[in-house]
């Protein structure tokens, strides 16, 4: 069984950074184009970042130039580098593991922007 755990979330004042953390367990990264989702309150669930094995990236328009998505083979972790937050980025981020037959969720983590 794939489990995703997220970490790193918390308060954070405007104009700060975050890092979040997906650790997976009962599978491996390389099988998958992993991805952080966001979703806040009132709003659906958007796309934050996606990369795929190959390292190749695709961010939201509102992301690009503030967040950047990375993977740690070793560790089994991508992660998610948020720079100049604002409280628009306020939200449940959400970890993703996906591939053609399989699409596994974590269970989120808050990210609140406020001062």
């Known amino acids: 069984q794939v489990q995703l755990v997220e970490s790193g979330g918390g308060l954070v004042q405007p104009g700060g950074s975050l890092r979040l953390s997906c650790t997976v367990s009962?599978?491996?990264?390389?099988?998958?184009?992993m991805g952080w989702y966001r979703q806040a309150p009132g709003k659906q669930r958007e796309l934050v970042a996606t990369?795929?094995?190959?390292?190749?990236?695709n961010y939201a328009n509102s992301m690009k130039g503030r967040f950047a998505i990375s993977r740690d083979y070793a560790k089994n972790t991508v992660y998610l580098e948020m720079n100049s937050l604002n409280p628009e980025d306020t939200a449940v981020y959400y970890c993703?593991?996906?591939?053609?037959?399989?699409?596994?969720w974590g269970q989120g983590t808050q990210v609140t922007v406020s001062s």
């Open positions: 993703n593991a996906f591939n053609s037959q399989l699409d596994y």
């Open positions: 009962g599978g491996v990264i390389s099988m998958y184009r």
């Open positions: 990369i795929t094995s190959g390292g190749i990236t």
